[in-house]
Structure formats: C-alpha cells, structure tokens
C-alpha cells in the first residue's frame, strides 16, 4: 500500500490518497485547513457539503479562539472588555472563532505504507478586533486506513495570556440517517435558550443512545468520557479525544442524512459563563488530538 500527498495549486487543495482508493483525504487551505472530504476503509463519510456554502456551514473548520458563540460578541477578560465582529446577524453573535477562512501553509509532509502525515501552520501576528493577541496554530492530519487522527496546537507568542476554547466542525455522512444514533457517557446537557447562548446545564450521568429519525438537532453534551459512537446501518464511528474538558455537540443542516458531529472543549458562550474556558499564558502551548476511527457492522 502506498500513501501520497499532492498539492492541487490552482484551489490551494491537498488531497491524500492511497493505492487501492480506499482512504481519500481533501484539505482546503485557504479555508482554515478544513478537511472536507474523507474516505476511510471504502466509507466516503465526509462529503461536499454543495449546494450549502462553505461560509454558514463552517464545514470541517477549526475552532479557535472559541467554539460555538459568544453573546453579542462581548466578553470581559483580567477587567477589560473585548468585541468580537458579529458574524451571524440575525442572532447578533460572534460564532465560530478566527481562523475558520484564513490560509494554511504546509510546513512538512510525510508518507509510508502505512499512512500520511501533513503538518499545516498557520501564524497570527496583527491583533484582532476583540482579541488583540498574537498566536501560531499547527494541524498535524494523519490519515490510516481505518482511522484519522487530528492533532491541534495552540502556542501563545505574545506577552499576554488569552482565554480560549477549542473545537472542530465535522459533518458526517450516514446512508441513512434515520436509522442512525448518536451513543456517549454523559455527565449534563447544555440547555440553550434564545439566540442558542447557554442559558444553565441539566445533569444527565448515564449512558445515552440517541435515535436521530428524522428530529432537528443543536445540541450540546457535556461528557463523562471523551468517547462517542456514530452508529449507521453501514459503519460504526467512534470519536476519542485527548484533554480534560470534553463536550460533544450535534446539528443536522438543511442537507439529507447528514449531521455535525462537533468535539469542542467549551460551549456557547464559553467566554461568559466560564463553561469549559482556559488560559494560555504567554510562551506557552496546548495541544489536543481528535481520533475518528471506523469499523464495519
């Protein structure tokens, strides 16, 4: 089996492929390095999200400052107060983070018959409107045949510590969706009120199988373990990730059988309500590695 990497110049795109087809990995740098097709063991699992744009689905992105939204934009943090831009103007929120549209460069690469490894950096250094603090972000995607690990580090290069959540945007793809459940060990659920901002938790701790049919979900859980099982009627799915704040939430769009399965470690409003929110002091660096691995039925 042999693995290869190619750069698509004209899109800005890296696609990972093996030999018999049977992994498939597209990458968009210019979109935040978000992964929007993935193939593992013959299960095409992430699609194109086409016709749905890129700009309200925030596909595959990464999440960084925050994960989910921030109430209005505004947040208080060591006694100063901060604006984010609103980007989702009929709730008048801030949603998603700051890197979701910026570009990505490949800082190394490596193949064996095994697997692929490509190493992906990105580094800020103006100050942004609501979070004036520079930083350097690097995505290490490994591609197996059965499995695709993301790797995430965050370095603080300023002299200021910051706040931050982290998360990632996935949509997933199960042939039928209504036949399909979501399985995790649950310690509460977020309850969301008007604008989806976090409004308290409910407390669930027991295991869980949810039913998707045909129900509309936005939801969040806050977990007991960093493991949740996507079961379809023609693979299993099981999430892991590394790190002490594990919250997992769900959305189906507008788009047949398919669902945003999102590991963040924080919740909406995170900035706010403290859910889940971190500080990074100056010089230093978190990290934090998501697993999808699949398995036949």
Not at 20 to 37: C, N, P, R
Not at 129 to 134: A, L, V
Not at 182 to 210: A, F, Q, V, W, Y
Not at 216 to 243: H, I
Request: charged residues 20%; negative net charge; contains cysteine.
């Amino acid at each position: 089996m042999v693995y290869t990497i190619k750069l698509v110049n004209k899109d800005n795109i890296l696609e990972v492929t093996n030999t018999d087809a049977s992994v498939y990995g597209k990458i968009y740098l210019d979109k935040g390095a978000s992964l929007q097709e993935l193939t593992l063991n013959n299960h095409n699992i992430i699609q194109d999200l086409s016709p749905l744009d890129y700009a309200t689905t925030y596909a595959s992105s990464i999440l960084f400052p925050f994960a989910n939204r921030i109430k209005d934009g505004i947040y208080s943090f060591n006694d100063s107060q901060y604006e984010f831009p609103i980007n989702v103007r009929d709730e008048q929120n801030a949603l998603h983070g700051l890197v979701f549209n910026k570009t990505f460069e490949v800082v190394e690469e490596n193949t064996t018959e095994k697997n692929a490894m490509v190493a992906l950096q990105y580094i800020q250094t103006e100050l942004i409107d609501g979070f004036p603090y520079t930083f350097k972000i690097k995505l290490v995607y490994i591609f197996s045949k059965t499995a695709l690990d993301l790797k995430m580090y965050v370095e603080n290069t300023d002299t200021k510590p910051f706040p931050f959540t982290v998360g990632w945007h996935p949509y997933f793809t199960s042939n039928n969706l209504f036949e399909s459940t979501l399985n995790m060990n649950c310690k509460e659920k977020i309850i969301l009120g008007d604008r989806n901002i976090t409004t308290g938790t409910t407390p669930i701790h027991e295991n869980i199988s949810i039913k998707i049919r045909d129900e509309f979900f936005d939801d969040c859980w806050m977990l007991n373990s960093d493991e949740v099982v996507f079961k379809t009627p023609k693979y299993n799915l099981k999430f892991n990730a590394t790190g002490n704040n594990n919250f997992i939430q769900a959305y189906t769009p507008p788009r047949k059988n398919t669902i945003a399965i999102e590991p963040t470690t924080g919740v909406s409003d995170s900035f706010n309500n403290k859910i889940g929110l971190q500080t990074l002091p100056p010089n230093e660096s978190y990290e934090i590695t998501w697993n999808v691995k699949i398995s036949n039925n």
